[in-house]
């Protein structure tokens, strides 16, 4: 089974700044099965990227997502106060498939 | 637009089994598939299993087999889960998500979750 792990575990930044969020793989993900999802307290998660860098219908073009093999990164250029929350990385695609990472929360500083 | 409405919440006892719905609207049902996943209190996703509703292929995590079955009613564009055996950590939100129709790849809606509580 791929291990995800994220990295930090918290950031704390403000509205305007840049976030950089990391999701590292235990072995090589194949073709950049690769999603990043954002969840906000109460609510069901939403899809950002897929296939590593895809962004997903109706969402800002301030998030991008990059990388492949076994490193995985989600930038959102300028956080909006509605950006903080917490958010997942998940791989598909392997056998057995769809892990996720533990998660890292954006928080306001 | 595409949504997914699931049941409402459910407390049960240890040993006892619980089925959620999940009510899919706004998209051609049996093109796509249909993940679950939950969400243990304070905790993290994780994956419980895929169905597609093209052709009823299921693929289960491992450690669920045996307590688990995902099943879909084509003619309500309804999918179901059904957990038996339930024990205190199986309390959590269980969500339904929209996924791919051939296998499980990313999940996209999701539902608004279910909350299902064991305790005697």
């Known amino acids: 089974e791929i291990v995800l792990t994220q990295s930090p575990g918290t950031l704390s930044l403000s509205p305007g700044e840049r976030a950089t969020l990391s999701c590292r793989a235990s072995?090589?993900?194949?073709?950049?099965?690769l999603a990043w999802y954002q969840q906000k307290p109460g609510q069901a998660p939403r899809l950002l990227i897929y296939?590593?860098?895809s962004r997903a219908t109706g969402i800002p073009d301030r998030f991008s997502g990059s990388g492949s093999g076994t490193d995985f990164t989600l930038t959102i250029s300028r956080l909006e106060p509605e950006d903080f929350a917490v958010y997942y990385c998940?791989?598909?695609?392997?056998?057995?498939?769809?892990?996720f990472g533990q998660g890292t929360k954006l928080e306001i500083k | 637009q595409v949504q997914l409405v699931q049941s409402g919440a459910e407390v049960k006892k240890p040993g006892a089994s619980v089925k959620v719905s999940c009510k899919a609207s706004?998209?051609?049902?049996?093109?796509?598939?249909i993940s679950w996943v939950r969400q243990a209190p304070g905790q993290g996703l994780e994956w419980m299993g895929w169905?597609?509703?093209?052709?009823?292929?299921?693929n289960y995590a491992q450690k669920l087999q045996g307590r688990v079955t995902m099943t879909t009613d084509t003619s309500t564009s309804t999918a179901y889960m059904e957990l038996r055996s339930l024990r205190s950590d199986d309390t959590a939100v269980y969500y339904c998500?929209?996924?791919?129709?051939?296998?499980?790849?990313?999940?996209?809606?999701w539902g608004q979750g279910t909350l299902v509580t064991v305790s005697s």
């Open positions: 998500a929209r996924d791919y129709i051939l296998e499980s790849r990313w999940f996209d809606p």
């Open positions: 706004g998209y051609t049902f049996t093109s796509y598939g």
């Open positions: 169905i597609s509703a093209y052709n009823g292929n299921t």
């Open positions: 072995q090589s993900v194949s073709s950049s099965y």
């Open positions: 296939g590593a860098s």
């Open positions: 998940q791989q598909y695609g392997s056998s057995p498939p769809n892990t």
